[in-house]
């Protein structure tokens, strides 16, 4: 029998996780703040929604009596997850995962105290005062990061005295009543990379190959499918997911964030659902894309393995300035160019540095990796939003 599904988040992850939850027979029902959402556009139902609103959210969850709730996006009344979970409904991957990951700061004690995984030496402040002291103490350059924000929103890279100002700005400016924000070791990298992790209601945690990626303004760029990493330090990583994912609880998709420096592996992240590096996948990576994995997981569908079928890599379409109904040029130029694929995501309106869609380029499992992901890039370039 079909089950319901109420996806909170209605963006491009959201679309392709409705998706391939209807690939497996089932209802989605999309909700999110703005019409016409990219999975808006091919759910079964929607609704307009604060998500952090709990009385709205409250009535919709009351008009569907969804079998499971999904949440795409961070910003989601945690204890509405809390208590449609008493409820009987599944919250994915479990309402715990959901609250702790939201906060950097619960997160990071979980990683580093609890679980003992490697993280960047880390203090907190909760005045301006405080992070000069912070920042003194972790040492030059370092990262501040704002404890309830995502896709970069209220990080800054700290390199000298005079920064230290405008990252406080940027970190408060997205804290709202939470006014601590995290003050971070910055590790010169070697690489960062992305393990999707999956963990299953029945059977053990399988792993997807590893996504490296770049990023700007603390928001993803380019990522491409597979990456460079050592054994011991593939080993070392996974181990580190496997830790977390269990801990936090539930079946689904994980993003696993690292750094990896020459010879060490540093935890950074985990977000309890579809990752934005991980839109790679759609690039025919894997036997199955990271959304069809989410849904698999959610609705314990077995997962036999997840093998590398081809090299792929990503880039971000990005626009420039504000506006409504977006006109993108240049799909007509880049349409027959081999081996390559532009998914479009169908948002109403645009501002600076808003993804709008995503460039695929993609080849054989062992072929050169850094010529893909010059195609994505070019592709990426060539169109664009109006």
């Given at each position: 029998?079909?089950?319901?599904?109420?996806?909170l988040g209605?963006?491009?992850?959201?679309?392709?996780?409705?998706?391939?939850?209807q690939e497996?027979?089932h209802?989605?029902?999309?909700a999110?703040?703005?019409?016409?959402?990219?999975?808006?556009?091919?759910?079964?139902?929607?609704e307009?929604?604060d998500?952090q609103?709990?009385?709205?959210?409250?009535?919709?969850a009351?008009?569907?009596?969804?079998?499971i709730?999904?949440?795409?996006?961070?910003?989601?009344?945690?204890?509405?997850?809390?208590?449609?979970?008493?409820?009987?409904?599944?919250v994915?991957p479990?309402?715990?995962a959901?609250?702790?990951?939201t906060?950097?700061?619960?997160?990071?004690?979980?990683?580093?105290?609890?679980?003992?995984?490697?993280?960047?030496?880390?203090?907190?402040?909760?005045?301006f005062?405080?992070?000069?002291?912070?920042?003194?103490?972790?040492g030059?350059?370092?990262?501040?990061?704002?404890?309830?924000?995502?896709?970069g929103?209220g990080?800054?890279?700290i390199?000298?005295?005079?920064d230290?100002e405008?990252?406080?700005?940027?970190?408060?400016?997205?804290?709202?009543?939470?006014?601590?924000?995290?003050v971070?070791?910055?590790?010169?990298?070697e690489?960062?990379?992305?393990?999707?992790?999956?963990t299953q209601?029945a059977?053990?945690?399988?792993?997807?190959?590893?996504?490296?990626?770049?990023?700007?303004?603390?928001?993803?760029?380019?990522?491409w499918?597979?990456?460079?990493i050592?054994?011991?330090q593939?080993?070392?990583?996974?181990?580190?997911?496997?830790?977390?994912?269990?801990?936090?609880g539930?079946?689904?998709?994980w993003?696993?964030?690292?750094?990896?420096?020459?010879?060490?592996?540093?935890?950074?992240?985990?977000?309890?659902?579809?990752?934005?590096?991980?839109?790679?996948?759609?690039?025919?990576?894997?036997?199955?894309?990271q959304?069809?994995?989410?849904?698999?997981?959610?609705?314990?569908?077995p997962?036999?393995?997840?093998?590398?079928?081809?090299?792929?890599?990503?880039?971000?379409?990005?626009?420039?300035?504000?506006?409504?109904?977006?006109?993108?040029r240049?799909?007509?130029?880049?349409?027959?160019?081999?081996?390559?694929?532009?998914h479009i995501?169908?948002?109403?309106?645009?501002?600076?540095y808003?993804?709008m869609?995503?460039a695929?380029?993609?080849?054989?499992?062992?072929?050169?990796?850094?010529?893909?992901?010059?195609?994505?890039?070019?592709?990426?370039?060539?169109?664009?939003?109006?």
């Amino acid at each position: 029998m079909p089950a319901k599904v109420l996806l909170l988040g209605a963006g491009e992850l959201g679309k392709e996780i409705t998706l391939a939850c209807q690939e497996l027979g089932h209802h989605v029902i999309a909700a999110d703040h703005y019409e016409d959402a990219p999975a808006m556009q091919v759910a079964d139902s929607w609704e307009l929604c604060d998500l952090q609103d709990g009385e709205a959210l409250t009535l919709i969850a009351n008009k569907y009596q969804p079998d499971i709730i999904v949440p795409e996006l961070e910003a989601v009344h945690q204890d509405c997850l809390k208590i449609f979970e008493k409820k009987g409904m599944q919250v994915v991957p479990s309402a715990k995962a959901c609250e702790q990951t939201t906060n950097r700061k619960a997160s990071r004690h979980l990683a580093a105290k609890v679980l003992k995984l490697r993280t960047p030496n880390y203090l907190y402040a909760s005045t301006f005062d405080e992070l000069i002291i912070c920042v003194k103490r972790i040492g030059l350059p370092c990262m501040v990061k704002s404890l309830t924000s995502s896709s970069g929103k209220g990080q800054s890279l700290i390199k000298e005295s005079t920064d230290i100002e405008i990252a406080w700005e940027a970190a408060t400016a997205e804290s709202g009543t939470n006014q601590q924000i995290l003050v971070e070791q910055y590790i010169p990298f070697e690489s960062e990379i992305t393990l999707l992790s999956v963990t299953q209601k029945a059977g053990p945690t399988l792993f997807c190959p590893i996504i490296g990626h770049r990023q700007l303004r603390g928001d993803y760029q380019e990522s491409w499918q597979p990456a460079a990493i050592k054994p011991e330090q593939l080993e070392e990583a996974r181990e580190m997911a496997q830790k977390i994912t269990w801990a936090l609880g539930g079946a689904g998709v994980w993003g696993v964030e690292f750094f990896l420096t020459k010879d060490k592996v540093y935890f950074n992240e985990v977000s309890p659902r579809p990752h934005d590096t991980g839109l790679v996948t759609l690039a025919g990576t894997q036997n199955y894309n990271q959304f069809q994995l989410h849904a698999r997981a959610i609705f314990g569908e077995p997962i036999e393995e997840i093998r590398l079928k081809q090299a792929g890599a990503s880039a971000v379409i990005l626009t420039e300035a504000s506006g409504t109904t977006p006109e993108y040029r240049g799909l007509k130029e880049v349409q027959d160019i081999p081996y390559s694929s532009v998914h479009i995501f169908g948002k109403p309106s645009t501002r600076p540095y808003r993804r709008m869609g995503v460039a695929l380029a993609y080849g054989d499992a062992d072929g050169d990796i850094d010529k893909i992901r010059q195609r994505a890039r070019d592709i990426a370039k060539a169109v664009k939003v109006k």
